[in-house]
């Protein structure tokens, strides 16, 4: 699979979590991303109904070195997603605010809703912020299961699996909200 010289093209690639997809456009800007959806087929159905004219393709260098680093932060908690070029042409100016804020939470910490927003000058927009998030096209490479609702309560994910997803993800980088029960261990 060559890469096409213009639109989008995508790939599915495994993590420890499960399936993940990338989609670009030359040269290797990102302009989505995946989390799992269940399996390989089922990302890649997700990202066909998302970017209908994406082509799966193989990825040049820069989408192999964020596969990486996706792969990376998925498997050991760690990492820096911040150099992964993003497209945010057709993200609203609000959304694009709050994705830099939350690009900036390293692994291991976490924000609240309403810390996201007062980083932003806009305290009371906690529910703005919020729904920014649920909108984010570029899971985890903006790591929104990082910001958290008031008193560091999980709050919603929008990901398959839904809050567990989050706290999973959360727990590979060391940041345990839910003490383990009997049956956990």
Known sequence: MATPPAGLAFCVFPTVIGHCALV????????????????????????????????????????????????????????????????????????????????????????????????LGAPGAAQAVGQALGRNPFPPIVPCHRVLAAGKQVGGFSARGGRRTKLRMLEREGVHLEHPTLFDL
């Open 24 to 119: 670009w456009r030359a040269p290797g800007t990102i302009v989505g991303s995946a989390l799992p959806h269940g399996s390989a087929d089922r990302t890649r159905d997700a990202v066909a109904r998302w970017y209908p004219a994406a082509r799966e393709t193989t990825p040049d260098a820069v989408i192999v070195t964020a596969m990486a680093e996706v792969t990376t932060l998925l498997e050991s908690g760690t990492g820096d997603l911040s150099g992964i070029a993003l497209d945010l042409d057709v993200v609203p100016a609000f959304d694009r605010r709050v994705y830099h804020v939350v690009r900036m939470i390293p692994p291991g910490a976490t924000l609240t809703y309403g810390e996201v927003a007062a980083r």
